[in-house]
Every structure is written in C-alpha cells, then in structure tokens.
C-alpha cells in the first residue's frame, strides 16, 4: 500500500503543527530565495553586459591624443596583436537648453560617414542613424534625451570651439561606451547635465578644426595578445601627437563604474544570500531537531510495534523532505520572480539595451540542497538520539530529569526567587545547550536585521562626510583649460558670489618602486574651506607648504608612506616627470585622491599661477542669475551643484541599492518571526503536559504563561547583546569584503538601526508569544493528564 | 532447549542493572522462569519489584546485562537489534498502560499501521471487531474514552495475530468496570487465538484470572502459583 496509515499519520501530522512547519517554510523561502535573487540578478546582469560588449564592439584599449594625421592609424594597425582600430574626433561642448539656468556640459564624438564603426557601435532607440556627412545633425545619449523630454527633431544648442551652432537630433542611441555617462570628473552620473552627442566625422572634423586627423583611438585586440605590450607600443607610437597615455577596459570610466557596482553588489551579494541560507539552514536544523524530540514517545510506541529504525527515520525524514520541498519550491519561485523583477530594475538603471537572464540551475540546487542537508541533519541527529533509545524508555516521558537548584538559588538567593521563577531558572540551567542554540537563533535574526539596515545608514554616513565635511561649497566648476587667476577674480565679481576657492588639477601617473596609478593632483590653497581634506578624526588637513596629501587608499596600493618620495609623471603637453614626497595621509571614502597646496603644484608645473576650476560660496538667492550668467561663459566648461549632486545620489540609492536592501530587511523580518515563534511553539509542546499539571493544581493562565513565557523572554534578552555582536562580526567582514578603489565603505551604524532591529525582534516576539498564548488556553488539562496530547 | 510447543519463553539468570545518576540499579537479579504457550500469565508485585524490565527484555524492547531468554528455542540475548524488530514485528502485541495510540490516526488506522507490516495480519476491522469497537472504528483516540482507547491498543497488537501478547498493566488507568470489559477482550484472545499473555498488574484479583501466577520481589522471582481452574471475570470480587 503505498498510500499506508504511516503516511496519514505524516501528513495529519504536519498538519497539526503547521503553524510551525508554516514559520520553517518562510524562514527556508526567505534564505533560498535571497539567494536565489542575488546571484540571479548578478549572472544575469554579467552575461548582459557582455553580451552587450561583445554585439556591439565594445573595445578593449582606448587612448586620446592632441592630434594626429589620420595615416599614423596605419603604424597603429602594423602593432603586433591589434586586430581592428577606429580613429575618432572627440571635443567636449557646452550646452545651452532652454530649460535650464545653468551651463551643461557634454561632449560631442565623431561617426564614420559612409561605413558602420568598426568599434563601439551604438544601439538605436529611436529615430535614425546620420546620413554620410550630414550637417548640422546629431544623435544623443537616451538618458540626456529624456531627461530633457527632448523630441525627435528638436534643436539643441551648443558651443563648440567657441562657436554657438544648432544641431538638430535626428536620432537616439545607447553606446557600450558609455553605460554610465559620468562627466569628467564626478562621482556619480547625471544625465541631466552632462550630454554625450555623436556627429558626422566629416562635419565635426570642420566645426573643431581637425581635418584629415584625429584626436582618440579605440583598439581591438587578438584574443592572445598581450595588452601590456600593446599598450606600451601605442604610447610610443601616440606620444608625438601629443598622447595620453593608453588604458584598457578596467580604466575606461563607464566600464570601470558598472564594474564597480557589480562588485558592489556580488559582495553584498555574496554575503547577504549565503549569510541569511546559513541562518535558515540553521534554524532549520534546530527547529527540525526539536521537533523531533518532542515525537519521542511516538518514535518508541512505532519501535515497539515493530517498525525498524530505518522505517521509523524514513518516516521522519519524509516530514522533513515534505516541509523543505515547499519551501524550497515557494522560494525558487519567489526568487526568479523577484530576481527576474530585479534585473529589469537594474538592466533600466544601466541602460542595457537587451535583457539576459541568467538564473542558474546549479545556483538554485545548491540553495536547495544546502536547505535540506541542514533539515536532514538536523532530523537525523534527533531521530538517532530517539531511537538509539530502548522503546519501554522513549516511550517514558522524558520529564524527570536531574534537576538541581540553579545557581542564583546556590548563591544564597533562594529566598527571593518565587517558586515560578525558580522552575524558569532551573529549567534553563537543566538544558543551557538548547537555551543558548533558542537564543543564538534569535541573535542571528537580529544580526540579519541589522546587517539589513546596515547600507543604507553607511552610505548616508559617507554622503554627510563627503558633502558636509569635504565639499562644503555650494558650486564648483570647471574651466575648458587652465586660467589665470584673472578668470578667479571674474567669477568672483558675478553676482550672488560670496566667496571663491581656487582649485588646479592635473592628471598624473604616480610611481613608486614598481607600482604605479593613475590619478590627478588637486591644488588647493593652504586655508581651504570650502573643499577641504580631511583626517581619520574627520579634522580638516591643511595643505603643507609642499609635498603631496595622499589617500590613505592609494598609499596603500602604492606601498609608499609619509616621508618617502613618489614619481609623478604629468599627463599633460610638457609631460615633466617630478619626485614629491607624500606628507600626509588623507581618509577618504571614494576615490583614490591626491592632494597638494595650488602654489607648490603651479611652481612645479613651472607656470605662472593657473586655476582649472572654482570652489563657491554662494547667497542662495542668486542661484539662477549666476547660472545663467555662467551659460554665457564659453570657457565653463562644466558645473557641479553640490545640493543637486546629493539629490542624484539620493535616488540612485533609492533606486538601486535600497531595493535590495528592503527586501533583504523583509526577508530578515520574516526569519526573525519565524524563529521565534518556533522556539515559543516548541518550548510549548515541550512543556505542554508540565503547564497543564500546574493549571490543575490551581494556577492561573497567568502564573502558567509566566512560566513558559519567563523562559522565553530569557532567551529573548540573552540574544539581543548576541545579535549585536554578531550583526558586527558580520559588518566587519562586509566592509572588509566592500573595499575597492571607488568606494569605501564606513563602518557606522545608526542609533535607529539598532532601535529598529530590536523592535522588529520585540514585535515578532510579542506576536509569537499572543498566538502561542491562545494555544495554553487550549491545553485540555483532563487528556493532558492522561498522558495523551 | 524448551520445546517451542509447550514453552512460549524461559529465561536462565536474567540480570539487568542501569546506572541512574552516581547510583547502580539492579532491577533484575537473575531471573529464572518458564511460561508455557498458550496460557494467561499474570506478573504480580510491589513497585520497583522488576516486572516492568522482564516483560520488556522478553518483548525485545529492552536488552539483559545478563543471562539468556529463550524464546521459540532461540536466545533473545544473541539478536542483533535488526533482528529484535522483526521478532517484535512477527510475534509480540504490547499493550501499555498509557495506551501509546498515535493521537493522529484513527482506531481503524491505529490499527493499521501494525497490519501494514505484519506477515499475515488479520483484516483491521475484524481485530476492533474483536474487542467490540467496530462502531469506533473512524474516531481518533481523543475522541475515545480511555478503556475504548486500550480496546483499540489490544485490537492493534491482536491484529498480527503474535504467539504472545504482552501487556504492561493494561487497566492500571481505567476504573474497575472499564478494566473488566478490558481484561475480558483479553481473556477472549488467549482463549479463541491460543495466544500465550503475560499481564503486569498490581491487583492480585486479577490473579484469579490467570493459569499462572509468577510473582516478583526486590528483582527476583519469589515464587509461582499455578491455578487448577481459572475464574471468569465477572466472578470475581474486585
């Protein structure tokens, strides 16, 4: 019979507990389907984003230049290992649309007229591609196009080499090149103030003077070259035309921010799915053994009858495999769901023109495997101690056991305890093991909890430095090339001007033995204030008359320390190679920044005092006039509104990070519920026919519940200093894991977080306890008594 | 060697001893016994005397520190654990004091769930019908009263049709016309199935029941009655 009374008895069972078996499904749900979402949404994003690469050419090395006549692209191609090059016109412009007071910037790339790119190609949205040496015609950025609520056809002002021109869009492209439009520059994108539009070769080669050259170089190359040596070479080749130096994909600035964001997200990532499946697979190993052990008495009556160890272990586990396979099925289906939700969210939020996903099998048999090996071990662990049992003993409540006067009784406390509390004390001190296992499970949702809200409060914490501390000014903007400090004096004059900060920066490469990074040296005055640098006690850093104040990070990666000398190769015309010594350290969370006083960088530079940008202070009613004013300023290159930019990383936040962050605060609150109500269920079943003995000796419901709920609220208050400790063992190893040359993350957590955590565990408890409430009101104390459940 | 035809089980120096705590416990202290086959056997003494343990060693829930049980011609003390199972599975039905139903199946599914992996079990129904619970057949135990719910723990280990029943003070927690009605059901299958039963009890009236009546002191046998006629229940003066 296959359908037998062993399996009615199985499923009635399950049915009699399900409250219980319901809280183990949503705890397993929640860990499988984190899971399940993270690296979903990870591998998807992945194989779009090289999908996205490699169907539209995305090159693997870029270089720019001053410029170069279009035959030394030939000496290029004859570099052993380039497979294919595209030379380009590159010029950066100013835009004026109507709708906005201040000056956008943006920057205008050339298309070959007649043939499609070899390299970057673009993915037209809408409209249509240029016609060979179409005039006065472009195609821009989709993210610049809506932003603006720009229409097909429309005509878009811009300054190019000091001319105003009108172009008309003719169409709306994405480029691998350009999935994250981030202006020189800034930290974050902003697509309503920075535009990328793309012309005509031929056209622009006239509008910015570079006919017959070009000024930037995009390479293929061989799957087996070496990119080291390729690039070595094409500096050489490049450096009479005045060239930068080359970089690969990892420096080019879109690809290096989705990179990032990725890695940001695999760590989080990686640690929040296999943190909350471990948690689960936890709990479920705990909850599982218990309930268990509360079947004893019916493990020894199935012995006695004559059923083998085997079939009796057989039978428990079914339970197990029965309450896994739902949660394992309602969590693979929750997680592609959300997973595949999530990954449109992000392929929207990086512009990825297709959408693959990539949920992986071997991903979700593993969470589920994971989930089931914990559960099974946990059933046959009890099941072993069950029936390792003689039958005449398992059939034997368990009950009167070794119980001895605890030790707050043993040190003289005995008078002050009521009987109550001593029956909750020695309990407790009877099974500590399983006391602390309750508790730690309790600790690890709560840890959960607050790693959930951990995000959220750092970021805002790195947001309030970066923009209270550091970038105190209001504006800051930049020049098309270095001024004198004539142009300082004129922005100063401009009206609703209070105050103004000279700021020079120069792109450099800084060596040091045989480490070398890219960066750029920021001059700044001695006294800044308004952008200042800042300590490890967040004090301001006053620039030392000479010598670099660098980036604790990027000493790091050099190996250099104060007082050792580092070689600075200048990237720009004179290309002087200079020997400074790094002075100080400077703490800061984004970025690898280079510091220096503006005096000490304009003699080294061996210039008459130059400025590349302004710091400003600036009388908040006079926002609009000084924009506009600046708009008519061909040589403003670009403008940073520092309110604007908090804005922005506000809603990138919200958009992408905090997605995540919510559910996984959703996912750790149904954990923490379900843990608790377990232990509080569990602990009932346990005590259940001890409770109703008391209940017929005249207690009252509540004398009775104190005791089963003392015991809890215990192992409440124990877990609660655990779950802090944990929550920051696991956030250590989060910001440890976190750390990249972008970002680091604070370890800071809000007062609230922590408020909110032990609220969300107090609620689940005080939930846990009412509906565990309403079942001592149901215990028949006649059966009780006979011994029957 | 008994004769498995005339001997159901004989024992040789049964000893069992457990450590409880930091003291050793010696519940059994050599016990040497013969129980015919076929006959009502009742197991009379004080708490603490050693029934319990010699009726779950011969049973196979529990194993002797010591000494042999010979059950059918073979040692008990020379099965493995697998063994005991099947010995318990093809020839014993326990009866237990606090019943040990399982709270969610049926009478009939109670039942059953012995039927399921018996050799050649008797139909589930006809084992209630036995004890008079054919009409009780789909109610759980918490549905039953507690002599109904020891008629249907009889009907389960009846349903096998094992050579010994074994019942641990089967009426020790019912009233004394609910206990008749019991001991009646099983009287009825030692006569109708010839089915050797060994009955714990503290109530030396049921003694008057019985064929045979071995009594238990400090962990020994201190001595065996043997009856010329057995009462009826209902003649007897509880």
Known sequence: ?789 | MPDPRTISFKTDSLKKSYITGETEVHALRGVSVEVPTGELVVLLGPSGSGKSTFLNIIGGLDQATSGHVYFCGRDLATYTVRELTYFRRENVGFVFQAYNLAPSLTALENVALVTEISPHPMESLAALKAVGLEHRANHFPSQLSGGEQQRVAIARAIAKRPQVMLCDEPTGALDIETGIVVLKALIDVNQKYKTTCIIITHNAAIAQLADRVIHFADGNVSHVNVNDSRKKPEDINW
């Open chain 1, 1 to 789: 019979m296959i359908f037998g009374p062993l399996n009615t008895k199985l499923i009635r069972d399950i049915w009699n507990i399900k409250g219980q078996m319901l809280a183990i499904i949503l705890v397993m749900t929640a860990g499988i389907a984190i899971f399940v979402i993270t690296f979903g949404v990870l591998d998807s994003l992945k194989l779009t984003r090289d999908t996205y690469y490699d169907r539209y050419q995305f090159a693997d090395v870029f270089a720019s230049l001053k410029r170069a006549p279009e035959l030394v692209k030939k000496q290029v191609n004859n570099i052993q290992g380039v497979s294919v090059s595209e030379s380009r016109v590159i010029s950066g412009v100013t835009v004026q649309m109507e709708t906005m007071d201040e000056p956008i910037s943006g920057k205008i790339i050339s298309l070959p007229d007649g043939r499609k790119s070899l390299l970057n190609n673009l993915y037209l949205r809408s409209g249509r591609m240029l016609y060979p040496n179409e005039q006065d015609a472009i195609m821009i950025d989709d993210s610049f196009f809506n932003a603006h609520h720009l229409e097909l056809g429309d005509k878009v002002s811009v300054i190019m080499n000091g001319h105003k021109r009108k172009l008309k869009v003719v169409g709306v492209v994405l480029s691998p090149e350009y999935v994250y439009s981030i202006a020189p520059g800034a930290l974050m994108p902003d697509s309503k103030r920075y535009g990328l539009f793309w012309m005509s070769r031929r056209s622009l080669e006239a509008a910015v003077g570079m006919k017959g050259a070009f000024n930037d170089l995009s390479i293929k190359i061989d799957r087996q070259a070496n990119i080291e040596k390729i690039k070595q070479q094409l500096d050489l080749v490049l450096k009479p035309y005045g060239g930068l130096i080359s970089y690969g994909r990892d420096e080019q600035i879109s690809n290096f921010f989705v990179s990032n964001e990725l890695k940001q997200l695999e760590s989080m990532g990686m640690m929040a799915p296999i943190i909350f499946l471990s948690v689960a697979a936890f709990l479920i190993n705990v909850v599982m053994s218990r309930q268990i052990a509360t079947q004893r008495e019916q493990i020894g009556m199935l012995k006695a009858v004559g059923y083998s160890d085997i079939e009796v272990s057989w039978h428990y586990l079914k339970m197990v495999l029965a309450v896994t396979g739902l949660g394992a099925v309602s969590g693979l289906v929750l997680g592609t769901w959300m997973g595949a939700g999530m990954t449109q969210m992000y392929t929207d939020f990086f512009h990825f023109p297709i959408l693959q996903y990539n949920f992986s099998v071997v991903v979700m048999i593993f969470a589920v495997f994971f989930c089931t090996i914990a559960a099974v071990s946990g059933t046959l662990f009890a099941i072993r101690r069950a029936a390792n049992l003689p039958p005449a003993e398992a059939m034997r409540s368990e009950s009167p056991n070794m119980f001895k006067p605890s030790v707050l009784e043993r040190l003289g406390l005995h008078a002050q305890l009521s009987f109550l509390s001593r029956m909750i004390l020695r309990q407790l001190e009877r099974r500590p093991v399983r006391a602390l296992f309750s508790a730690l499970g309790m600790a690890f949702a709560l840890a959960i909890l607050i790693f959930s809200f951990f995000m959220e409060d750092s970021m805002t914490y790195l947001m309030d430095i970066q923009y209270e501390l550091t970038q105190r000014e209001d504006v800051n903007l930049s020049f098309n090339e270095a001024r004198s400090y004539q142009a300082l004096e004129e922005i100063y004059a401009m009206p609703g001007v209070l105050k103004v900060e000279p700021i020079r920066t120069v792109p450099v490469t800084l060596k040091f033995k045989h480490y070398k990074k890219r960066s750029s040296i920021m001059g700044l005055s001695e006294q800044s204030e308004l952008h200042r640098v800042i300590n490890e006690d967040l004090n301001p850093v006053a620039m030392p008359a000479t010598g670099l104040v660098m980036n604790e990070k990027l000493a790091e990666l050099l190996h250099v320390k104060v007082g050792e000398r580092v070689e600075v190769e200048v990237l720009e015309e004179k290309r002087q190679k200079l020997s400074i010594p790094v002075t100080a350290y400077t703490q800061e969370f984004i970025g690898l920044g280079v510091y220096m006083n503006i005096r000490d960088l304009n003699s080294l530079l061996d210039e008459s005092p130059k400025v590349t940008g302004v710091s400003i202070m600036l009388d908040p009613n006079y926002g609009a006039v000084l924009y506009k004013k600046l708009k008519q300023v061909p040589a403003v290159m670009g403008l940073n509104i520092v309110s604007v930019l908090r804005q922005i990383f506000d809603e990138i936040m919200a958009e992408s990070l905090l997605k995540m962050m919510s559910t996984n605060i959703l996912f750790a609150s149904f954990i923490s519920f379900g843990v608790i109500y377990n232990t509080a269920r569990i602990t009932l079943s346990e005590r259940g026919r001890e409770l109703a003995s008391l209940r017929v000796l005249g207690l009252t419901r509540r004398e009775v519940a104190f005791v089963l709920f003392g015991e809890l609220a215990f192992i409440t208050v124990i877990s609660l200093p655990l779950g802090f400790l944990i929550g920051k063992i696991l956030l250590s190893a989060m910001v440890i894991s976190l750390e990249s040359e972008l970002f680091r993350i604070p370890y800071y957590l809000n007062n609230s977080t922590y408020g909110y955590s032990v609220l969300i565990v107090l609620l689940s408890a005080i939930f846990s306890f009412y509906l565990v409430w309403r079942q001592v009101d149901k215990i028949d104390l006649v059966s009780a008594q006979k011994g029957v459940e």
